[in-house]
C-alpha cells in the first residue's frame, strides 16, 4: 500500500473502498472481502445508511480495528445534534474514527464544524475534513476554522481536476479525496484513447491507469463494487508507475466537466432530510 501524510502527520491509504449506494449486505460484504484482499481505508456515511454494516464487516474480516483507516461523514440533519459524532461511533461499533466529514454546506453547516474540531480534540476524530464544500463555502470556512481540516472529499477525474480548488488546498495542505475518480461510468472518459495505449503499455484496463493518475496526483480514491473482482482490480494499481509526461496528457484532458451539479433547493432538500439507519 501507499499513504500520503496529512497536514498533522497522520497517515492515510492512497486506495479505500467506497460503500456509497450500496445496501447493508452488500457494504458488509465488500468491506470484508476488501480488507481480507489489503485494503486498509473504508469510506462510508451517515447518509448511507450501512455504518452499522460497515462495522460489521471490520470484524468479520479479523484485521485489527487499528488497521483500518475508517471515514464517515456527519449529515446536514446531525449537525445540531450534539450526541451525532458518539452516535455514529456507536453504529460502527469503534471508540474512533481515522476521518470524520460533514457531510455537505447545508443546514446549520458551522455547527457541524464545530462538531468535527470537538471530536478531533477529545480523539474521536484522528483527522477531520469537508465534503463537497468548493466555491463559497470553503472561502467562509476559511474565515471561521479554528482547525485546518485534513481532508476536502469532491468529485475528480481526468475530465474534471480541480484545478481552482487545489490552489486553496495547496495553501493548507488539505488532501483531496475522489468520488467518480471514473467519471461516475462515463463510457466517453473510459474509451478515451489515451487510457487505452497506456493501458496497453502496462498491462492494465483503462479504470486502473485512471485510478493510478488520482494517487499519483495526490489524491486518495475510494471506488465503490459489489463485486469482489472489480474489488481486487480496483486495488491492483501500485504496482506500475505513469511518466510525468503521460500524467501531464491524462491531465492534459481536463475539460472542467462535472458529472454532478448541486442546487441551492437540493442543499435546503439535506437539511430536512433524515437518514433511517439501520437498527
Request: aromatic share 12%; charged share 25%; hydrophobic share 35%.
Amino acid at each position: 500500500m501507499e499513504y500520503v501524510t496529512l497536514n498533522n502527520n497522520l497517515e492515510c491509504p492512497v486506495v479505500g473502498i467506497g460503500t456509497y449506494m450500496l445496501a447493508p449486505a452488500d457494504a458488509e460484504n465488500s468491506v470484508r472481502e476488501a480488507l481480507k484482499m489489503g485494503y486498509s481505508l473504508v469510506d462510508t456515511a451517515n447518509a448511507y445508511v450501512n455504518e452499522r454494516a460497515v462495522g460489521r464487516g471490520i470484524k468479520a474480516s479479523g484485521i485489527n480495528r487499528d488497521e483500518v483507516f475508517i471515514s464517515t461523514k456527519l449529515w446536514p440533519s446531525e449537525y445540531e445534534n450534539s450526541n451525532a459524532v458518539d452516535e455514529t461511533l456507536a453504529r460502527l461499533g469503534v471508540d474512533y474514527v481515522d476521518l470524520l466529514y460533514i457531510h455537505q454546506p447545508a443546514g446549520n453547516w458551522l455547527a457541524g464544524y464545530r462538531q468535527l474540531e470537538k471530536a478531533y480534540r477529545e480523539g474521536k476524530a484522528k483527522s477531520i475534513g469537508i465534503s463537497n464544500f468548493e466555491g463559497k463555502y470553503i472561502d467562509e470556512l476559511q474565515t471561521k476554522w479554528e482547525i485546518v481540516p485534513q481532508f476536502i472529499q469532491v468529485e475528480a477525474h481526468p475530465y474534471f481536476t480541480q484545478k481552482e480548488l487545489r490552489k486553496i488546498l495547496d495553501k493548507y495542505d488539505i488532501r483531496l479525496m475522489s468520488w467518480y475518480p471514473l467519471g461516475h461510468g462515463d463510457k466517453s472518459l473510459i474509451n478515451e484513447p489515451l487510457f487505452a495505449a497506456l493501458g496497453e503499455k502496462y498491462g492494465k484496463s483503462s479504470a486502473q491507469i485512471i485510478l493510478r493518475w488520482h494517487t499519483q496526483m495526490g489524491f486518495v480514491v475510494i471506488p465503490g463494487s459489489r463485486n469482489t473482482a472489480h474489488i481486487r482490480d480496483n486495488l491492483n494499481i501500485l504496482d506500475f508507475t505513469l511518466t510525468d509526461e503521460e500524467m501531464d496528457e491524462i491531465s492534459g484532458l481536463d475539460k472542467d466537466q462535472r458529472y454532478y451539479h448541486r442546487t441551492d433547493e437540493q442543499l435546503d432538500q439535506f437539511a430536512m432530510w433524515h437518514p433511517q439507519f439501520e437498527k
